[in-house]
Nanobody
Framework: QVQLVESGGGLVQPGGSLRLSCAASGFTFSSYAMSWHRQAPGKEREPVAAIRSDYGTNYADSVKGRFTISRDNAKNTVYLQMNSLKPEDTAVYYC????????????WGQGTQVTVSS
């Protein structure tokens, strides 16, 4: 059974930091590109950061220089370190794993709420 379980969300003041974790199980984690997405109230879900199986990374322009994605294949876990948080970072953050191997397969977690407010 495939599971992606996010944790680490919460309430933080502007300028603060949070570290999100996503623990994966039920699939070959190391062969999947892992990513974080977010959805703010009234807005569409948007990609935030991604890390490929070769550890190459990509970031949305809005988070470059503030967020860092990393993965630990030994723990089947992907992380998102978020620094210098802004109120506009408030959203539900989702973890996803995806792979194209003849067919496209993707999995999604249930999300964790991040609220940036004073």
């Amino acid at each position: 059974q495939v599971q992606l379980v996010e944790s680490g969300g919460g309430l933080v003041q502007p300028g603060g930091s949070l570290r999100l974790s996503c623990a994966a199980s039920g699939f070959t984690f190391s062969s999947y590109a892992m990513s974080w997405h977010r959805q703010a109230p009234g807005k569409e879900r948007e990609p935030v950061a991604a890390i490929r199986s070769d550890y190459g990374t990509n970031y949305a322009d809005s988070v470059k220089g503030r967020f860092t994605i990393s993965r630990d294949n030994a723990k089947n876990t992907v992380y998102l370190q978020m620094n210098s948080l802004k109120p506009e970072d408030t959203a539900v953050y989702y973890c996803s794993g995806a792979r194209y191997y003849g067919t496209y397969t993707d999995y999604w977690g249930q999300g964790t709420q991040v609220t940036v407010s004073s």
